[in-house]
T-cell receptor
Framework: KQEVTQIPAALSVPEGENLVLNCSFT??????LQWFRQDPGKGLTSLLL?????REQTSGRLNASLDKSSGRSTLYIAASQPGDSATYLC???????????FGAGTTVTVRA | KAGVTQTPRYLIKTRGQQVTLSCSPI?????VSWYQQTPGQGLQFLFE???????NKGNFPGRFSGRQFSNSRSEMNVSTLELGDSALYLC????????????FGPGTRLTVL
């Protein structure tokens, strides 16, 4: 069974600092990995999707890397803003069963 | 394009009752997945439907069921509600089956008393 871990569980940084969020998974046989953002009481917003054959994806201030062999992904958010405050979730889609397994998330607070 | 819509947004039920939640995917999307989110267990996959067929299922008891209609709209049903079924139920749609980017709705908040 795929286990997805996100460390740290919470993070507080001053505005302008770069954010580094970590995700690890136990089964390297993945189809893809997706990063989401969730605001309190709301649904999830897709940020980046990395296919298993890719090493990274970029969108604006966001960059996500994937090291399948070591079971790790990192989400970088450059020059953080108060509007980046949210919970960030990592989700791994299994390469065999195609089920999506989520981490518990990292709750980010960006202080103005 | 309109996003994924879920109805109702909030629901209060008592133990033993049953409930039906509805999800309308983004126009043109044929795959619908359902998830349960609780503070203790986090986000857990319930099931995925594509072309009216259940393609994948998570580890939930048979009290949880779902279906998909020919217009891709989906419903999930929970029978004999338990207190532990209180959760945010999220629906997500994607254009194709399997590994596409998933687009989530706002969720239905179910409270079981």
């Amino acid at each position: 069974k795929q286990e997805v871990t996100q460390i740290p569980a919470a993070l507080s940084v001053p505005e302008g600092e770069n954010l580094v969020l970590n995700c690890s998974f136990t089964d390297s046989a993945i189809y893809n990995l997706q990063w989401f953002r969730q605001d309190p009481g709301k649904g999830l917003t897709s940020l980046l999707l990395i296919q298993s054959s890719q090493r990274e994806q970029t969108s604006g201030r966001l960059n996500a890397s994937l090291d399948k062999s070591s079971g790790r992904s990192t989400l970088y958010i450059a020059a953080s803003q108060p509007g980046d405050s949210a919970t960030y979730l990592c989700a791994v889609r299994g390469g065999n069963d195609y089920k999506l397994s989520f981490g518990a998330g990292t709750t980010v607070t960006v202080r103005a | 394009k309109a996003g994924v819509t879920q109805t109702p947004r909030y629901l209060i039920k008592t133990r033993g009752q049953q409930v039906t939640l509805s999800c309308s995917p983004i126009s043109g999307h044929r795959s619908v997945s359902w998830y349960q989110q609780t503070p203790g267990q986090g986000l857990q996959f319930l099931f995925e439907y594509f072309s009216e067929t259940q393609r994948n299922k998570g580890n939930f008891p048979g009290r949880f069921s779902g279906r998909q209609f020919s217009n891709s709209r989906s419903e999930m049903n929970v029978s004999t509600l338990e207190l532990g079924d209180s959760a945010l139920y999220l629906c997500a749609s994607s254009p194709r089956e399997g590994g596409d980017t998933q687009y989530f709705g706002p969720g239905t908040r179910l409270t079981v008393l």
